[in-house]
Antibody, heavy 120, light 109 residues
Framework: QVQLVQTGSELKMPGASVKVSCKASGYTFSNYVMNWVRQAPGQGLEWMGWINTNTGNPTYAQGFTGRFVFSLDTSVSTAYLQISSLKAEDTAVYYC?????????????WGQGTLVTVSS | QSALTQPPSASGSPGQSVTISCTGTSSDIGGSNYVSWYQQYPGKAPKLIVYEVRKRPSGVPDRFSGSKSGNTASLTVSGLQAEDEADYYCSSYAGTTRVFGGGTKLTVL
């Protein structure tokens, strides 16, 4: 069965960087893109973008360019989200999500989420 | 890209039907058949319950139904059950990006 297992919670200082991993299993990793979605505490979902796991080409949503980087290690079926120059407002749960099928980017299978807390 | 507009809350008694609206623009909902809905329980990841306006993934009860008219999409939950109490988010494909609604908290009275 499809499983996405993410890094555990992270506590970071403002200005630091964090790298969240999303390890996929139960399917052929390169056949489906990987989405990233953010949810700030008590807030709604924000689509951050997705990465083509076949080409490595990322697509970033407005507001997630510059400090946010999607990457892959296809040898271990893992997608990564790196956030640099962390700010307090980056505090959120970050989800990776695989599409329903190979013809769409629609998030369907979700990781358990990674809470990133930015605080001094 | 602005978020889609949902009412912050909705409620209904067990057995009743509730409809949650999601308003966008001609650039997202109005111009797309790729409207979806997610259910989320506190502390859990979202679950896809409707996609492509009215389709349901395998295992989702037919009590959940979706529709669209113009720039507004709707999710109807029929025969409300206590387990339906959750947050619901709409989403639409908008060109090369995807946008979510602000979410609606559904309370079963």
């Amino acid at each position: 069965q499809v499983q996405l297992v993410q890094t555990g919670s992270e506590l970071k200082m403002p200005g630091a960087s964090v790298k969240v991993s999303c390890k996929a299993s139960g399917y052929t990793f390169s056949n489906y893109v990987m989405n990233w979605v953010r949810q700030a505490p008590g807030q709604g979902l924000e689509w951050m973008g997705w990465i083509n796991t076949n080409t490595g080409n990322p697509t970033y949503a407005q507001g997630f360019t510059g400090r946010f980087v999607f990457s892959l290690d296809t040898s271990v079926s893992t997608a990564y989200l790196q956030i640099s120059s962390l700010k307090a407002e980056d505090t959120a749960v970050y989800y990776c999500a695989r599409p329903l099928d190979g013809t769409t980017t629609l998030p369907n299978y979700w990781g358990q989420g990674t809470l990133v807390t930015v605080s001094s | 890209q602005s978020a889609l507009t949902q009412p912050p809350s909705a409620s209904g008694s067990p057995g009743q039907s509730v409809t949650i609206s999601c308003t966008g623009t001609s650039s997202d909902i109005g111009g797309s058949n790729y409207v979806s809905w997610y259910q989320q329980y506190p502390g859990k990841a979202p679950k896809l319950i409707v996609y492509e306006v009215r389709k349901r993934p395998s295992g989702v009860p037919d009590r959940f139904s979706g529709s669209k008219s113009g720039n507004t999409a709707s999710l109807t939950v029929s025969g409300l059950q206590a387990e339906d109490e959750a947050d619901y988010y709409c989403s639409s494909y908008a060109g090369t990006t995807r946008v979510f609604g602000g979410g609606t908290k559904l309370t079963v009275l």
